[in-house]
């Protein structure tokens, strides 16, 4: 059950010392994985 729901989850990165540039590169690179699922559904 366990590796059926990490196949399914997704982690962000997340702490107090996240600088604006490395939270707008996550942002952006989960932006980029979603549009890619949506357009291969």
């Known amino acids: 059950m366990c590796e059926d729901i990490a196949a399914r989850s997704l982690a962000l990165p997340f702490f107090p010392e996240l600088t604006e540039a490395q939270v ?16 291969a559904t």
């Open 24 to 39: 707008t590169r996550v942002a952006e690179a989960l932006r980029h994985v979603l549009a890619a699922r949506a357009g």
